[in-house]
């Protein structure tokens, strides 16, 4: 029996300047404990569901429940402390060093005026083992690869060390190893720690071989949603994005791969 | 950092010696010692003029020198970090055209309401009004990014210096006494503006001390910070309040003093990192030498009078120029 993590409940959300939805009566209930990925089109709502999933923008009607309480009725720093968010646009023009940002993962539960304590260092230095960036600890973020920005403020989040995960295209920027790398890290993160991580990603091959479950929409409205290995279909992905393909399936595992075929100009 | 304090004692004494009336430090200690304690046999062989001189003329400018210097370097780092830009300084919404344009006023009119401060309160008024109409217009497009604030900046300044321009037209004999206004100075200051600036400065210090973390992580963008349970516009707004509170004393006080509110938080970056907890109070310690450095200079070292302005920008730009090509040498 899974655990209700978010609950939306006719959840609609639109900007001031378009008279178009950016989320169109969406109700969903996502689970504890998985690997989410949100799928779809340029301009579908990814960012702007994860943004009322984190609590950053208040849906314009309908309601949103977090652990079985209204998200809206929880303070910042509870919050803080229960989601880290990985964005996907981060520009930083103040030369910090990168052991200063990872830091900054800690800041929900570090007193106002007191130094780090000893776990917190202890994370910084684990994490950034784990991704591989301890060599960067001394850099400056502003003379970093787009690339090992990506890893850095993935690390800060981890650093953050929530039980929930959310990430807006984490791998964008990375090479194809440093995206499998990462996208291992955090699946190990849900299966050996149990948390939960929804991400938005645009490589439907890299959501087919590491999200447990996906949500797919369009024009802010899901079009389906449940285990990969389930609804990552042909015909849907026909559907949704407009490509001809072909799905091949690792039965054994689970895993999705899909291959795309050519648009005729 | 402690280096530093030890430096700003160090270097406060030595200024109070130097001058047109050359006086020993030893004397200069013996005043201060009777000043603080009340007890005048220390004070029992040193000239009265001395006394008076240090006390009464020396001290309270080099003190005002001092807190504006830290004051403009503290603004510097809280700007730098709000507005997301290295370059940016106090001035860059327009408090300072604001501060020069209420100035100016008062200057052309010949306005004494509030007798010798009339200048100064002028300016405050200008550089609030500046800081209401720019957090206006900001305001309007929805948010307050660091886009709309500079741009809202950009704007207001424009309008400004072509109305100050307009003014130095219209001010004929007073141009000469309202462009040495305008360049900044510390010219007869009394132990009154040691108070005020004292104040406001000390209050900015810690509000800015206080929000250091927070202002760090808004550095990481909105939803990096959101994420991290701080609220970045409520965070923005306190901060650029205090800011140009404290930037349109300083400006009141003195006029226009540029380059220490830019170079003084950037060559703190340099050997401090950029954190705020770290970068604010170094600082306010070196832009507090700095800026007492160059009115010494100019008080008595040169011949004439030189407003304080023009020196901070001769020796500040290339010392600047020179860690800016080393370093960037070192890393290349």
């Known amino acids: 029996m899974s655990i209700e993590l978010f609950r939306l409940d006719k959840v609609s959300f639109f900007y001031k300047s378009s008279k178009k939805k950016a989320i169109d009566e969406i109700s969903i209930s996502i689970e504890k404990g998985y690997f989410w990925g949100i799928i779809g089109p340029n301009g579908s709502g ?19 429940f977090f652990n079985g309480k209204e998200i809206l009725k929880y303070k910042k720093k509870e919050l803080a402390k229960a989601i880290s968010f990985v964005p996907q646009k981060f520009y930083v023009s103040i030369p910090f060093q990168v052991k200063d940002i990872l830091i900054m993962g800690r800041h929900p539960f570090m007193g106002r005026f007191s130094p780090p304590s000893s776990y917190d260092l202890y994370l910084v230095k684990s ?21 090992e920005i990506q890893r850095v403020i993935i690390a800060r989040a981890l650093v953050q060390d929530t039980p929930v995960i959310i990430l807006d295209e984490p791998t964008s920027n990375m090479d194809i190893s440093h995206a499998i790398e990462v996208l291992g890290i955090i699946q190990d993160q849900v299966r050996k720690k149990g948390k939960t991580a929804i991400m938005a990603i645009h490589d439907i091959n890299l959501a087919g071989m590491y999200c ?21 279909e042909e015909r849907i992905i026909k559907d949704v994005f407009d490509v001809e393909c072909k799905v091949i399936k690792e039965n054994s595992t689970g895993e999705r791969y899909v291959l795309f075929k050519k648009k005729s100009v | 950092m402690f280096l530093l304090f030890l430096g700003l004692i160090f270097f406060t004494a030595i200024s109070t010696s130097m001058g047109y009336l050359k006086i020993p430090v030893s004397d200069v200690l013996k005043v201060l010692a009777y000043e603080v304690t009340g007890d005048r046999s220390f004070v029992s062989q040193v000239n009265s003029v001395y006394q008076y001189v240090i006390w009464d003329v020396r001290l309270p400018r080099i003190l005002t020198s001092l807190i504006v210097g830290a004051g403009l370097s503290i603004c ?53 009004g500046t800081l209401i109409a720019v957090l206006g217009i900001s305001r309007s497009s929805g948010t307050f990014s660091s886009h709309t604030l500079i741009l809202s900046g950009i704007i207001v300044s424009a309008i400004l210096s072509a109305l100050i321009s307009f003014i130095k037209y219209m001010a ?26 004292f104040s406001f400065v000390i209050a900015g210090f810690l509000v800015f001390l206080f929000f250091a973390r927070e202002l760090d992580i808004i550095c990481l963008g909105d939803r990096t910070a959101s994420s991290l349970g701080i609220d970045p516009e409520r965070i923005r707004i306190i901060l650029l309040i205090t800011a140009s509170f404290v930037t349109a004393v300083c400006v009141s006080v003195s006029g226009i003093i540029g380059f220490i ?72």
Not at chain 2, 173 to 190: H, Y
């Open chain 1, 127 to 147: 994490i950034s083992e784990l991704l591989k960036i301890s060599d960067l600890s001394d850099r400056y973020i502003t003379e970093l690869s787009g690339g």
């Open chain 2, 261 to 332: 509110g830019l170079v003084v938080p950037h060559l703190m970056r340099f050997f401090f990192g950029s954190k705020s907890e770290r970068l604010i109070p170094a600082s306010a310690l070196s832009g507090a030498i700095l800026l007492m450095g160059a009115d010494t200079i100019t008080r008595a070292f040169l011949p004439r009078e030189v407003p304080i302005g023009v020196i901070t920008a001769i020796i500040g730009g290339p010392f600047f120029c020179y860690i800016f090509v080393k370093k960037s040498r070192s890393e290349y």
């Open chain 2, 172 to 197: 004929d004999e007073q141009v000469a006494v309202l462009i040495f206004w305008l360049m900044g100075s510390f010219v007869s200051k009394s132990w009154t503006d040691v108070a005020v600036t």
């Open chain 2, 76 to 128: 510097g780092v809280v700007f730098q970090a709000i507005l997301l830009n290295p370059l940016a300084d106090p001035y860059t919404l327009g408090i300072s055209a604001g501060a020069a344009f209420g100035g100016s006023i008062a200057l052309l009119f010949d306005i004494n309401w509030f007798g010798i401060y009339s200048v100064s309160i002028f300016a405050f008024l200008g550089a609030l």
């Open chain 1, 212 to 232: 447990d479950k996906l949500i797919i929409i369009k024009d802010g409205r899901i079009v389906c949603y449940g285990d990969t290995s389930e609804i990552l």
């Open chain 1, 46 to 64: 990814k960012t702007t569901l994860l943004d009322l999933l984190a609590g950053f923008k208040k849906p314009s009607s309908g309601r949103i």
